[in-house]
């Protein structure tokens, strides 16, 4: 390939899986300098076609082929190479985002890994800073990347008016104030589900301090700024925030109802635009994960089972799958094999 352009070759290498594309780097000192080059990983992150779910247990992280067929129970493979030992661990591994091929782990509280499943690289993020005010149970996280400044960032809220977030590319904390929201409901227990990220921020659904109804709460990551926007109907115990086919998407938590809705934001940030869909039983479905087909929803399921659920939109009607290879209860996400380092900082 010496007497191809050069253009050409970074077209055919561009469109190759990650695998192959580490291999190729022990082929010579300038494929691995081209490959290893920010333009290139960007290159390659646009055309990623090699999507795969990425499971998190109490001993390690597990991968499903994301054009797995669904007729009958799954089998998830475990991944090489994480970076702390999990075994006989009792704290299961939390999944806070996945993003560009980067997932951001707590295996253990307060500790966070950046980790590429592909690539096996991974980093810890120093920990957070605890002032005066700030040392308090954690409200939720979030993980998510902001295309204009082009920067992957970690955020912890807490009941205070701060929020903590660490930017991958200064390798730093920063303390950010504005926070001026609290639980849905009393008697959630534990962080809220992780922010969704979208558009370059993150989204959760909180309440307003000093109010009674629930609001999206979207954090720009390129800002560190927050702005609201309104849910699409009154829930008891909030909703949790997904991500189907490009568009922001809600699920009632309220554990008392025998059917569910998923509404869908068709317009980002148009209170107007929530499409609702009506989805039955089981009742304990709260993450939507991907569009399967283009048709069925793909769900996690919030219970000590290990089990994903697929649910046709158009009838209501839901399938459940057991996952065989995992004997532990696991946080369930999405993601696109790249060449993105976790090591950010370090080639920006």
Request: with cysteine; charged share 20%.
């Amino acid at each position: 390939m010496s007497n191809l352009p050069r253009e050409l070759i970074v077209d055919i290498l561009s469109r190759l899986p990650v695998k192959s594309l580490c291999r190729f780097k022990c082929v010579s000192k300038p494929w691995r300098t081209l490959i290893s080059r920010p333009d290139f990983v960007k290159t390659h992150l646009r055309r990623a076609q090699f999507k795969r779910l990425i499971l998190a247990s109490n001993d390690s992280l597990y991968s499903i082929e994301h054009e797995t067929s669904f007729e009958n129970d799954v089998v998830a493979v475990a991944i090489d190479y994480f970076p702390l030992d999990q075994n006989h661990q009792s704290y299961p591994i939390e999944m806070i985002g996945s993003c560009n091929g980067l997932l951001c782990l707590k295996p253990q509280p307060n500790t966070f890994f950046v980790f590429n499943p592909a690539t096996h690289e991974s980093a810890r993020i120093p920990d957070a800073p605890t002032p005066y005010g700030f040392d308090h149970a954690i409200l939720a996280h979030g993980f998510g990347y902001a295309p204009s400044i082009d920067d992957y960032k970690l955020v912890k809220a807490v009941n205070a008016p701060l929020v903590a977030v660490f930017s991958l590319k200064t390798s730093a904390w920063k303390l950010v104030e504005g926070f001026h929201y609290k639980k849905p409901t009393e008697l959630w227990e534990g962080p809220l589900p992780c922010g969704t990220h979208l558009n370059g921020a993150l989204h959760w659904v909180f309440k307003l301090c000093g109010g009674n109804e629930c609001v999206i709460t979207a954090f720009d990551l390129e800002t560190d700024t927050f702005r609201d926007m309104p849910v699409p109907a009154i829930s008891v115990s909030g909703f949790s925030t997904g991500f189907l086919k490009g568009c922001l998407c809600l699920m009632d938590r309220d554990f008392g109802l025998r059917r569910r809705d998923i509404w869908v934001m068709k317009e980002y940030g148009v209170g107007k635009s929530w499409t609702k869909i009506l989805v039955v039983d089981p009742c304990y479905v709260v993450k939507p994960l991907c569009l399967w087909k283009n048709s069925k929803i793909l769900m996690a399921i919030d219970r000590n089972e290990n089990e994903l659920v697929l649910c046709n939109p158009k009838d209501g009607t839901c399938k459940n799958f057991e996952v065989v290879g995992i004997s532990f209860r696991f946080y369930a996400d999405t993601y696109v094999e790249s060449l993105v380092s976790p090591r950010f900082s370090a080639i920006v």
